[in-house]
């Protein structure tokens, strides 16, 4: 019996389905914990196959080529190093399951499933719904009884208890929880009430990186008896936290202090997730870099200042294609603000004259908007034009264009211009949030930025966006996003938001909008998902459907 352990937490990003280069990254985590001592390596759940895998995780040949790669990673263990725990898609007599994998000693040790069935978001993401396994009981790590809770395991008090009953000496979890605000407080608190209902300690791993519409925030950490926090990981970044337990004279386990770096919240994490979401889909997309069309806006400045903290200056083209009309005066403030962002950020600048092709399009449809007032029609076939020249320009290059429309047009079907996009980085953030995001950036620069430090939006530009009058017929910024938030996010009935402020007509007047922009927004870029649960599902609506009146 041993009275020593060393376990290493791995928190790495892979990228979902591909094996190869996942493989990679668990063979470097493994060979860097052997360097420092470690007896156990624990990844995080889908460490091998990456998530969420949607309907890739019921596919015949991918499950073929996930139990290769598990088996050849088996087979390093050969080696006499530390054992190795991974998580991937399995098949099981019951169905297709979250599984953890102990890798020890040249072959796959033992197999565990997660069993439980309600996953909330703590340990995994909600697009992937495995099926449940048995209950189980600890596993054997070098002498040692482990209990592990695979992903939406830790959420519930059932699995740790059988654990604990089991003869299980300390708990581990192995998660893919995505981001949300308090979410990686959330996961702590789970795992703290799991300590204290069985007396175990618990170690916890947990997924990083951008994939699809989620972001895992990693944030990694092990609790000893009571609950006291004695490790803690970084949100946003891979890192190996190696953590040392001792067994006590009454037989416990304790861990001696080790690294803990306290996490990033609020605005500072909100931040951290999008850099580290638009950092990972291009990268993991193998695209050169991305193309912004700035405006000389808030939400085009904030989007700029976001690819340049994740991808570099170098990697980033501003382009500035204004669209004709409006006072001469607002046009060439908009033209100025949009060169001071780029010289701020230090990436590249181009100019794209759109009135040679708006003209010849005005002139042909001349005719069919004749007798017509067709102002309307031709402000947004021009914003689309002007999207679409901005995505053949990204094609061009192989880069990714970005969409600078934020979650509060989006939800009113006031973006046209999302034509063409391939990533939306502001998908999920309200109109009030991107201020707080621009003034927050403005007074710091995020951890592992590769952006400039200090001012990156302009002041003018913060002062015009406070100063904005809301579009013809609705209210401030502010009052649409509490609106909004309360029609599709709380589900609040038109009485409560009434009682909240808001006019009846106003509620009425927002929720048609709505609704008749579903299908724009079924045909919008997807975007990084950082709300809350409830909020970050945009709720989904028939097209054409004919329930517009709430009363």
Same mark, same amino acid.
Request: charge should be negative.
């Given at each position: 019996?041993?009275?020593?352990?060393?376990?290493?937490?791995?928190?790495?990003?892979?990228?979902?389905?591909?094996?190869?280069?996942?493989?990679?990254?668990?063979?470097?985590?493994?060979?860097?914990?052997?360097?420092?001592?470690?007896?156990?390596?624990?990844?995080?759940?889908?460490?091998?196959?990456?998530?969420?895998?949607?309907?890739?995780?019921?596919?015949?040949?991918?499950?073929?080529?996930?139990?290769?790669?598990?088996?050849?990673?088996?087979?390093?263990?050969?080696?006499?190093?530390?054992?190795?725990?991974?998580?991937?898609?399995?098949?099981?007599?019951?169905?297709?399951?979250?599984?953890?994998?102990?890798?020890?000693?040249?072959?796959?040790?033992?197999?565990?499933?997660?069993?439980?069935?309600?996953?909330?978001?703590?340990?995994?993401?909600?697009?992937?719904?495995?099926?449940?396994?048995?209950?189980?009981?600890?596993?054997?790590?070098?002498?040692?009884?482990?209990?592990?809770?695979?992903?939406?395991?830790?959420?519930?008090?059932?699995?740790?208890?059988?654990?604990?009953?089991?003869?299980?000496?300390?708990?581990?979890?192995?998660?893919?929880?995505?981001?949300?605000?308090?979410?990686?407080?959330?996961?702590?608190?789970?795992?703290?009430?799991?300590?204290? /209902?069985?007396?175990?300690?618990?170690?916890?791993?947990?997924?990083?990186?951008?994939?699809?519409?989620?972001?895992?925030?990693?944030?990694?950490?092990?609790?000893?008896?009571?609950?006291?926090?004695?490790?803690?990981?970084?949100?946003?970044?891979?890192?190996?936290?190696?953590?040392?337990?001792?067994?006590?004279?009454?037989?416990?386990?304790?861990?001696?202090?080790?690294?803990?770096?306290?996490?990033?919240?609020?605005?500072?994490?909100?931040?951290?997730?999008?850099?580290?979401?638009?950092?990972?889909?291009?990268?993991?997309?193998?695209?050169?870099?991305?193309?912004?069309?700035?405006?000389?806006?808030?939400?085009?400045?904030?989007?700029?200042?976001?690819?340049?903290?994740?991808?570099?200056?170098?990697?980033?083209?501003?382009?500035?294609?204004?669209?004709?009309?409006?006072?001469?005066?607002?046009?060439?403030?908009?033209?100025?603000?949009?060169? /001071?962002?780029? /010289?701020?950020?230090?990436?590249?600048?181009?100019?794209?004259?759109?009135?040679? &092709?708006?003209?010849?399009?005005?002139?042909?449809?001349?005719?069919?908007?004749?007798?017509?007032?067709?102002?309307?029609?031709?402000?947004?076939?021009?914003?689309?034009?002007?999207?679409?020249?901005?995505?053949?320009?990204?094609?061009?290059?192989?880069?990714?264009?970005?969409?600078?429309?934020?979650?509060?047009?989006?939800?009113?079907?006031?973006?046209?211009?999302?034509?063409?996009?391939?990533?939306?980085?502001?998908?999920?953030?309200?109109?009030?949030?991107?201020?707080?995001?621009?003034?927050?950036?403005?007074?710091?620069?995020?951890?592992?930025?590769?952006?400039?430090?200090?001012?990156?939006?302009?002041?003018?530009?913060?002062?015009?966006?406070?100063?904005?009058?809301?579009?013809?017929?609705?209210?401030?910024?502010?009052?649409?996003?509490?609106?909004?938030?309360?029609?599709?996010?709380?589900?609040?009935?038109?009485?409560?938001?009434?009682?909240?402020?808001?006019?009846?007509?106003?509620?009425?007047?927002?929720?048609?909008?709505?609704?008749?922009?579903?299908?724009?927004?079924?045909?919008?870029?997807?975007?990084?998902?950082?709300?809350?649960?409830? &909020?970050?599902?945009?709720?989904?609506?028939?097209?054409?459907?004919?329930?517009?009146?709430?009363?």
């Amino acid at each position: 019996m041993t009275d020593r352990l060393s376990i290493a937490l791995a928190q790495i990003n892979p990228a979902a389905g591909n094996l190869a280069a996942n493989a990679s990254r668990l063979r470097s985590a493994r060979a860097e914990a052997a360097a420092r001592g470690a007896d156990l390596v624990v990844c995080p759940a889908a460490a091998v196959s990456g998530a969420p895998l949607l309907d890739l995780a019921a596919l015949p040949a991918f499950l073929d080529a996930v139990q290769a790669t598990v088996q050849a990673l088996a087979e390093d263990t050969a080696d006499g190093g530390p054992a190795l725990l991974v998580g991937a898609p399995w098949r099981g007599e019951l169905g297709i399951h979250n599984a953890a994998l102990l890798l020890d000693g040249g072959k796959i040790a033992t197999v565990r499933f997660q069993a439980a069935t309600d996953l909330g978001e703590i340990g995994a993401p909600e697009e992937d719904r495995f099926d449940s396994g048995p209950m189980p009981g600890p596993m054997n790590v070098r002498g040692v009884r482990i209990g592990l809770l695979v992903g939406g395991d830790l959420a519930t008090g059932e699995v740790a208890e059988t654990l604990a009953e089991s003869g299980a000496e300390m708990l581990v979890a192995m998660l893919a929880g995505p981001f949300g605000p308090g979410g990686a407080d959330e996961r702590v608190q789970a795992a703290v009430a799991r300590v204290v /209902e069985c007396g175990l300690p618990l170690a916890a791993v947990n997924l990083v990186g951008g994939q699809e519409e989620r972001v895992f925030d990693g944030g990694s950490f092990a609790l000893a008896p009571g609950g006291r926090l004695v490790a803690q990981a970084p949100l946003f970044a891979e890192h190996l936290l190696l953590t040392r337990w001792e067994r006590g004279e009454d037989g416990g386990w304790d861990s001696f202090e080790a690294e803990t770096i306290a996490p990033a919240e609020g605005v500072e994490a909100l931040y951290g997730a999008l850099v580290l979401g638009l950092h990972d889909i291009v990268t993991k997309s193998a695209a050169p870099g991305v193309v912004v069309g700035l405006t000389g806006g808030l939400d085009s400045a904030l989007v700029a200042a976001i690819a340049v903290d994740a991808l570099g200056p170098e990697r980033v083209l501003a382009v500035r294609a204004p669209l004709p009309g409006g006072p001469t005066a607002e046009l060439a403030d908009s033209l100025n603000d949009a060169a /001071e962002i780029v /010289e701020l950020l230090g990436c590249r600048l181009d100019n794209v004259a759109l009135a040679p &092709v708006l003209k010849a399009t005005d002139s042909l449809l001349a005719p069919a908007f004749a007798g017509r007032e067709p102002a309307v029609a031709a402000d947004r076939l021009h914003a689309r034009l002007r999207a679409a020249t901005l995505a053949a320009l990204a094609e061009r290059m192989g880069a990714l264009l970005l969409s600078t429309v934020d979650r509060t047009d989006r939800l009113l079907g006031l973006a046209p211009e999302e034509t063409g996009c391939a990533y939306a980085v502001l998908a999920d953030v309200p109109k009030t949030v991107v201020l707080e995001l621009a003034r927050w950036r403005n007074a710091n620069q995020p951890a592992g930025s590769r952006g400039p430090a200090g001012l990156v939006v302009p002041e003018r530009v913060l002062a015009r966006r406070m100063k904005a009058e809301a579009p013809a017929g609705l209210p401030s910024a502010e009052a649409l996003d509490d609106l909004l938030s309360g029609l599709l996010d709380g589900g609040l009935p038109p009485a409560d938001l009434v009682a909240r402020g808001h006019a009846a007509g106003m509620v009425a007047t927002v929720w048609r909008l709505v609704v008749q922009a579903e299908a724009d927004r079924r045909r919008a870029p997807p975007g990084p998902r950082v709300s809350r649960r409830t &909020v970050a599902q945009l709720r989904r609506f028939p097209i054409a459907g004919g329930f517009t009146d709430l009363r």
